[in-house]
């Protein structure tokens, strides 16, 4: 275990609050999965930016994912969680069933939230799915428009019909889907719009970098990566 595992460990026994898997959903390919969440100690109604929970996935090993979806009479939500890649945090989605319980070491805000005074243009991965859901929700009536790369083609179908919004799913072309955002941004109108990205972390910095090399310059980029 690794010294920063060890802390968290830590405080998960000072300060570890518990929630109850309600329902899992699983995409096919059972890749990505919807898991709704009874979280009975989470102050939602505080929430004005995007949040994130550190769930103890293994023995001593954590990841983040984004609350969505949220309802603060009964403190539920939902973790749209991206199990594409072999690791801890995947096993354990694909693993989840009803009445589980997940263990959390807190909730804290991502550096995302609404803009009222410009457009909102989203792109991502699929790990971005709960992020934008969750800023949506906060944003409420005004919309957020762009989109996010997905490889499995019966996903792009299922993001299609399950997610009604004005965010696209476009075909991913490489590992972290690079290219067909960089497409995207270039046949899109960005100026006076505020710009979020998130995913995968060395797309992020390549696609801020492209946008800022365009001519048609954003009001802000805003940067949030997820994994390498």
Not at 90 to 102: F, P, Q, R, V
Not at 105 to 125: E, K, R, W, Y
């Amino acid at each position: 275990m690794t010294i920063k595992n060890k802390v968290i460990s830590l405080l998960e026994n000072a300060f570890g609050k518990t929630g109850k898997v309600l329902e899992v959903r699983a995409w096919n390919p059972a890749t990505f999965f919807e898991v709704d969440v009874h979280f009975p100690d989470m102050k939602m109604e505080k929430w004005d930016k995007v949040q994130h929970i550190k769930v103890r996935v293994a023995e001593g090993i954590y990841r983040d994912y984004t609350p969505a979806c949220w309802d603060v009479e009964t403190s539920t939500c939902t973790l749209f969680i991206d199990a594409q890649h072999e690791g801890p945090g995947s096993k354990w989605a694909s693993s989840l069933k009803k009445g589980d319980t997940i263990v959390y070491v807190g909730v804290g805000p991502t550096f995302h939230q609404p803009t009222t005074n410009s457009a909102m243009i989203s792109l991502g991965d699929m790990s971005s799915i709960g992020h934008y859901l969750a800023l949506q929700q906060l944003a409420k009536e005004q919309p957020l428009v762009g989109a996010i790369t997905i490889a499995e083609e019966h996903h792009r179908r299922e993001f299609n019909e399950y997610l009604d919004w004005n965010i696209g799913a476009i075909a991913q072309q490489d590992f972290g889907g690079y290219s067909a955002l960089a497409n995207w941004i270039e046949t899109n109108d960005l100026t006076t719009a505020t710009v979020y990205i998130t995913g995968h972390i060395p797309t992020c910095v390549q696609l801020r970098k492209r946008i800022k090399q365009l001519n048609t310059q954003p009001k802000s980029i805003k940067v949030q990566g997820f994994w390498q």
